[in-house]
């Protein structure tokens, strides 16, 4: 639902569809009951799409599925609206990470420098990702060259979930 958006219909349907997003995205939840699901969802995902498959590749890092890569980036974004969004209605404005990012620092519901930072690593993920489906190549990378990238990213989850997806925690951890 955060990242859900109106693309077509006459003005009245696009605005119903946004008042709904708005409300169901506003429903009053606690930053505890959200951090388990969203954890939990990330985890059963990293599970269901065969993540550990690719850590069994020494040296080797998948962009989107591995811990540190742009799901982690992006369920922390939706973490931030579905947990501050009833006391912050703004935050369910936006449905894109880079500007759900900005809202949430401009908010000071995190530091900036922490939304920057996920910014930052959010894009050069996503354009790597674009580059990489466009020349038809795996997203399967050399580990080595994004260890500064993912590292920032695992510690932002570990900082602001209280979770570290690599050990497999579990979200009650």
Known sequence: MVRARAICGDKRV????????????????TIEQVRTEVTSM???????????????QA???HLKQD??????????AQFAVLAY???HPSLTKWSDNVRIFEEVASL????????????????RIRAATHQLALSEQSLLVDESLW?????LVQAQWQHLMGVNLSD???PNS
């Open 14 to 29: 696009t605005a119903r569809f946004c008042d709904i997003r708005r409300d169901v995205l506003s429903l009053p939840r």
């Open 42 to 56: 990330r985890i059963k995902m990293q599970k269901h799409l065969g993540t550990s498959q690719w850590q069994q």
């Open 59 to 61: 040296g080797k890092f």
């Open 67 to 76: 811990a540190g890569g742009i799901i982690d980036i992006e369920f922390l």
């Open 85 to 87: 969004s009833h006391e």
């Open 108 to 123: 000071g519901i995190w530091e900036e420098q922490v939304c920057q930072d996920l910014t930052d690593a959010y894009l």
């Open 147 to 151: 260890k500064e990238t993912r590292a």
């Open 168 to 170: 497999g925690d579990s």
